[in-house]
């Protein structure tokens, strides 16, 4: 789903060669930087990088690495992307999906913020009451990536579309160089290339993102726009689930929002914490359409 070969090509057709101290050419027709130029430039034999790009030759140094991402113009999180693609015949066991109780504790606790518990496909496990409201479902057996590119739309719950599917498909991406042999990701994957023309176009560029904190806007239908920031907390044991909070600035809009979210009537979520941070047992997302809750 996710190789070394099919990186390299995307991020070496993005360099500009000017940039990279190569002459410009008129008559040249390739896009962004030829094989033999990344070769030379990062120091390797322009036999052994074609054989990298065509996944034929064995893992590469720490060092050759090092000389692509510079080459390359990689960041912090492309260069770990191609370190684990490198490393990808070192195949890392899928963790599964089982969320402690204590953690459960934990969302309870968070009572002024929309709280998610999500995994690396981006299911998510379990939530507050909030994120039961903010969603206007019970959250566990939702998953993001699928809620936001088939079934809200631009112009649904997520204010800043365009942003949030460029965030949630390099999320995806970084999964699957760390979980290759993930079957329901690479299903997931699937169903968001046939059900999304947005999902596949962005899904061929091959770009990764590591998003820890920022800002999140929705649009919730009964309260109106909520400006939040995000933080994302990456749980220990390297078990690929991390703790989302939304959070709203004291005193702005946004908190008077929240507000108003906490005081709806709660008829589809429970409106009871413990009954809505109900955590799923496999893993696995709840199919669409079905609304029973897993404890």
């Known amino acids: 789903m996710d190789d070394l070969a099919g990186f390299l090509r995307t991020r070496r057709s993005r360099v500009d ?37 065509q996944g034929r030759a064995t893992q590469p140094s720490e060092q050759v690495l090092d000389a692509l991402a510079r080459v390359l113009g990689l960041d912090g999180t492309e260069r770990g992307h191609l370190g684990r693609l490198a490393r990808q015949r070192r ?11 204590e953690l459960l504790r934990v969302l309870d606790l968070v009572a002024g913020a929309p709280a998610l518990i999500m995994n690396h496909r981006l299911d998510v496990l379990a939530g507050n009451r909030l994120a039961g409201l903010l969603f206007g479902r019970p959250v566990p057996g939702l998953n993001i990536a699928r809620h936001l590119f088939l079934e809200e739309g ?20 970084l999964a699957a160089g760390k ?16 059900g999304s023309d947005r999902f596949r176009r962005l899904w061929a560029r091959a770009d ?18 909520l400006d939040l920031h995000q933080e994302n907390f990456a749980l220990p044991d390297d ?9 709203a600035p004291p005193g702005g ?32 997302a709840t199919p669409r359409g079905s609304s029973r809750r897993h404890g």
Do not use: F, Q
């Open 17 to 53: 060669p000017a940039a990279a101290g190569i002459p410009s050419d008129s008559r040249r027709r390739v896009e962004g930087l030829r094989r033999e130029e990344v070769a030379h430039l990062s120091g390797v034999s322009v036999d052994y990088y074609v054989r990298l790009e």
């Open 91 to 101: 195949r890392t066991k899928t963790p599964g999906g089982r969320v402690r109780p």
């Open 154 to 173: 631009e112009h649904g719950l997520y204010a800043d579309w365009e942003n949030c599917t460029l965030d949630v498909v390099g999320h995806l991406r």
């Open 179 to 194: 979980y290759p042999e993930d079957a329901r990701l690479v299903s997931l994957v699937g169903e968001l290339a046939m």
């Open 208 to 225: 990764v993102r590591a998003r820890t904190h920022g800002r999140k806007a929705y649009r919730h239908p009964l309260v109106g726009p």
């Open 239 to 247: 078990a690929g689930m991390e703790l989302l909070v939304l959070s």
């Open 253 to 284: 809009p946004a908190e008077d929002g929240l507000r108003l979210l906490a005081g709806l009537d709660t008829g589809g979520a429970d409106g009871h914490p413990a009954a809505n941070a109900r955590a799923r047992g496999d893993g696995g």
